[in-house]
Every structure is written in structure tokens, then in C-alpha cells.
């Protein structure tokens, strides 16, 4: 099946550090993207998405120049958390489509569990 | 305002079990329903349902969707403790040219020995 690897799976860094959370689709094309966040017994809230080699869409609420997203190729996502402080703590996953309308599932990564000092 | 919500919020049973998970839907231009299994990371694909009435099934597994009443159900029979994760229910919608899952809050499933 769709595999899709998420990097690093945990990260602990000082506040106002930036971290950079990767996500690969390893065995298909993955045109989008999702970003989503996800905190402790709750679901998923999308953050993002983003098409290859455009800009991403933000959900409303989600600050843009503090979650940068880049989708430079289509097996590369990455969202950047700057100057990060601790109520950005939290876990993050990724997904990847093959498609951009719904035809196909969601593949998910492993997702980041982001710990702020 | 989209939402999905799913209950119970949380059941735990006994091996042997059947248990059935609840979502309900409120989207415009809904395009799909889709089940997920969590537990301790990703989610796991299960089913996407897209017409009503039609059960999909795999294994102990089955689900079906009701695109009248806006509902979709999931039942697993003979639970086993592997079946203890967190069942996502997601209904995709389409917006400005793609599309997006709107999640719900999920039912936490605990199957004892």
C-alpha cells in the first residue's frame, strides 16, 4: 500500500527555535499535501493544504508566516514552525493524495511529536 | 458551519464483543465518508464509503453509509484486543478546486481480554 514517511518523529527544542518537519511520499506521486495538528484525545485539525508547486491554502485561524509549508516536488512537504514556543507543542501529520480531488484515501505519515522548552 | 460528529466518545468492551461506531455529517459539497484507524500514530485507512447503502467489508469489519439521513456507521463483530485504537470518521468536501477532510472527534475503543 501508500507509504508515507514523516521526519523527524520527535523533536525537543528551546523556545524561539525553528524546526523543520519533513514528509515524503515514498511510493507515489502525492500532488497534495494536508498538514494536520493534533492534540492530546482529540482529532485531527487540518492546518494546511498544499498542492505541488503552488502556495498552500490555510485553514482559517492558522498563522501563515508561522507555519511554513512548502511542496517543491511531488514526493516533498515540509512545514517549518518558527520561532517556536510552547503552546506550538504538539503532534503533527502529515497526509498525501495521489489526487487532488477525493477519489483516493488520504495516506498518513507516522507524524512529529513537537515538545517546546 | 461543516462538522462531523461521532459517538460514543469512548466504549470499552469485552473480546467477543460486537460493537457498532456512529458518525453523523453536516458538509456542503460533500464528495465521501471515510473510516481510520489510530493507534499510537498514523491513522490507517479503512473504508471510503461514497454511495448510500452499499455495506463495504473487510474481514470483521464492515460499514455503510447513509447519504439521506447523513450518517455512517461502522461495526466491528468478535472484537479482539488488537481492535483497541481510536476510530476516526472523516467526511471529505470539496473547496476551490480540490478538497479537504473535515474529522470527527473520534470514538476511543478498548477491547479487554
Known amino acids: 500500500g501508500a507509504v508515507v514517511s514523516q521526519h523527524p518523529s520527535w523533536v525537543i527544542c528551546k523556545s524561539g527555535t525553528s524546526v523543520k518537519i519533513e514528509c515524503r511520499s515514498l511510493?507515489?506521486?502525492?500532488?497534495?499535501m494536508f498538514w494536520y495538528r493534533q492534540f492530546p484525545k482529540q482529532s485531527l485539525m487540518l492546518m494546511a493544504t498544499?498542492?505541488?508547486?503552488?502556495?498552500?491554502?490555510?485553514e482559517q485561524g492558522v498563522e501563515k508566516d508561522k507555519f511554513l509549508i512548502n511542496h517543491a516536488s511531488l514526493t516533498l512537504s515540509t512545514l517549518t514552525v518558527t520561532s517556536a514556543h510552547p503552546e506550538d507543542s504538539s503532534f503533527y501529520i502529515c497526509s498525501a493524495s495521489s489526487r487532488r480531488n477525493s477519489n483516493q484515501p488520504q495516506h498518513f505519515g507516522d507524524g512529529t511529536r513537537l515538545s517546546i522548552l | 458551519e461543516d462538522k462531523v460528529v461521532q459517538s460514543p466518545l469512548s466504549l470499552v468492551v469485552h473480546e467477543g464483543d460486537t460493537v457498532t461506531l456512529n458518525c453523523s455529517y453536516e458538509?456542503?459539497?460533500?464528495?465521501?465518508l471515510l473510516w481510520y484507524k489510530q493507534e499510537k500514530k498514523a491513522p490507517t485507512f479503512l473504508f471510503m464509503l461514497?454511495?448510500?447503502?452499499i455495506e463495504k467489508k473487510s474481514g470483521r469489519l464492515s460499514s455503510i453509509l447513509d447519504k439521506k439521513e447523513l450518517f455512517s456507521i461502522l461495526n466491528i463483530t468478535a472484537t479482539q484486543t488488537g481492535d483497541s485504537a481510536i476510530y476516526l470518521c472523516a467526511s471529505t468536501l470539496s473547496t476551490s478546486g480540490t478538497y479537504k477532510y473535515i474529522f470527527g472527534t473520534g470514538t476511543r475503543l478498548k477491547v479487554l481480554a
Open positions: 511510493d507515489f506521486q502525492a500532488t497534495t
Open positions: 461514497t454511495s448510500s447503502g
Open positions: 498544499s498542492n505541488e508547486g503552488s502556495k498552500a491554502t490555510y
Open positions: 458538509v456542503t459539497n460533500f464528495r465521501s
